[in-house]
């Protein structure tokens, strides 16, 4: 029986005491060269860097073919970055590294709803639709009422919080990627006096975020998918209350348990109820011979004070959608 050729792995390296002495030199010169750092937190981030750098290098007993391949996919990633694609999010997203990051930022507090990935595709100064309005302007898709409340921890209603809302078409492209200066699919409105809001926009559906460049490659080379799951973004804000930026998900979508920026979590899957053509509307609206979808998001703020506030976070120009 013939064996097939496997690639040595770290295990199959014996290290001698020698050997391993002058590695941890080397590590403790990297760190000791940063001692001066002016900034208390630049030279705990920097130190932490180098001895987890050069651990990893140790751990899997990196080849220098292998170091220029890697030199090679890091200069790719930012030949294609430009003021419109941001890879190297992209990559951090794929990594984990953004919903690690957005984890250690928005600390679990009581009830609070919980956080996911910015996205690339959040715009300044959407247009305002008062309660009931429709955010998809023109987007496709088939029609979607959302309601729900904002309230804090202690179950009170927050009245006047302004809620950002955005979304890609039933194509999978925000209106930001069609370059002809359209605005669809993205709104912001407040909400009433009780904390109540409302709106119409369109049913999520899934789509791949930009798989063309090195991330792409990346993910090809290891047999995962660019797809996303579903979702429709949302970002709450209300004085004295922590900022928060999450999504919606659709339940039943095959995409949740393979989420490419792995965003979702289970308490922001939510139930899309199909409609058929000709079933009322909650407000009356008449959609003729449609379908249509409605779903309710109840967002619960924490205290601005509950753990680090990640606001917007540097997510905002990613790619990651």
């Known amino acids: ?4 050729p496997t690639t040595p792995s770290a295990a199959d390296h014996t290290i001698e005491d020698a050997q391993r002495e002058r590695e941890e030199e080397l590590v403790q010169r990297v760190v000791d060269s940063f001692a001066g750092t002016p900034d208390d937190r630049l030279r705990e981030i920097m130190g932490a860097a180098v001895r987890h750098l050069h651990g990893f290098l140790r751990e899997v007993r990196l080849t220098e073919e292998e170091w220029r391949q890697g030199i090679d996919f890091l200069t790719a990633i930012g030949h294609i970055t430009d003021d419109r694609r941001q890879e190297f999010i992209l990559l951090s997203d794929t990594l984990g590294a953004s919903m690690q990051t957005i984890a250690i930022n928005n600390q679990a507090y009581a009830d609070a709803t919980e956080a996911t990935v910015f996205g690339p595709f959040f715009v300044e100064d959407a247009p ?3 309660l009931g309005g429709d955010i998809a302007g023109g987007a496709t898709g088939q029609p979607c009422w959302v309601e729900g409340t904002v309230r804090d921890t202690a179950g009170r209603p927050v009245p006047g919080a302004r809620i950002e809302v955005w979304e ?8 930001v990627q069609y370059g002809d200066g359209r605005t669809a ?5 407040f909400s009433d006096e009780d ?12 789509y791949p975020i930009p798989h063309d460049g090195p991330v792409g490659a990346m993910l090809a080379a290891t047999g995962r998918s660019p797809m996303r799951a579903s979702h429709l973004h949302f970002m709450v804000t209300a004085p004295g209350l922590r900022t928060l930026v999450t999504h919606i998900f659709v339940r039943g979508d095959e995409l949740l348990a393979s989420d490419s920026v792995f965003g979702v979590k289970d308490s922001l899957v939510m139930d899309f109820v199909e409609h058929p053509a000709g079933t009322p509307t909650p407000d009356g609206r008449d959609l003729a011979d449609r379908s249509w979808a409605s779903t309710r998001f109840d967002v619960v703020l924490a205290p601005g004070d509950a753990g680090v506030d990640a606001g917007v976070d540097a997510g905002a120009d990613t790619d990651g959608r």
Do not use: C, I, K, N
């Open 185 to 189: 699919g993205r709104a912001h409105l």
């Open 1 to 4: 029986m013939t064996s097939t």
């Open 195 to 206: 904390g109540g809001y409302r709106f119409w926009a369109v049913t999520p559906t899934p």
């Open 168 to 175: 890609a078409d039933e194509d999978g492209f925000y209106d």
């Open 128 to 130: 305002r639709v008062e």
